[in-house]
């Protein structure tokens, strides 16, 4: 089976974060993915959650330019990104990232790449929601 090959999704949404399955274009051998989830407590305190924002014409573009640096800077390679916004609850994931190259130790490397960019990069504000004591 031969897949279509499109080099980057960059998502900044409300929906939730869905699992799908691998598939593989010709040459690609690893898939390696992060998925970040809300922690049920902030800096000690109980939360019920995190509310999720951005500037999105700003965010759009970082994103987008991230992975037009990472495809210039790192050679062809596919990935997806999808960040949450609005409120996501705790123990429910806020971004996924799923990167697929040719050899493993790459499709490892640039996960964590993307995760440090989107991250410094990408105007996004999260807002702990605390539960009530």
């Not at 997806?80 to 609005?86: A, D, F, K, P, Y």
């Not at 409120?87 to 050899?103: D, L, W, Y």
């Not at 989107?118 to 004591?133: D, L, M, S």
């Amino acid at each position: 089976m031969t897949v279509r090959v499109t080099n980057f999704s960059c998502l900044l949404s409300n929906d939730p974060i869905e699992p799908s399955a691998a598939t593989f274009a010709d040459g690609e051998g690893a898939e390696c993915q992060f998925l970040g989830t809300v922690r049920d407590e902030e800096d000690g305190k109980l939360i019920t959650g995190i509310e999720y924002s951005a500037y999105r014409p700003m965010a759009d573009v970082e994103m987008e330019k991230i992975c037009q640096r990472a495809q210039s800077e790192h050679g062809p390679h596919r990935v997806e990104i999808q960040h949450r916004l609005g409120f996501v609850p705790a123990r429910e994931p806020s971004v996924i990232i799923r990167v697929k190259t040719k050899h493993s130790a790459l499709s490892f490397d640039l996960c964590r790449w993307y995760l440090k960019e989107v991250k410094a990069g990408v105007p996004i504000w999260k807002k702990p929601v605390f539960t009530e004591t």
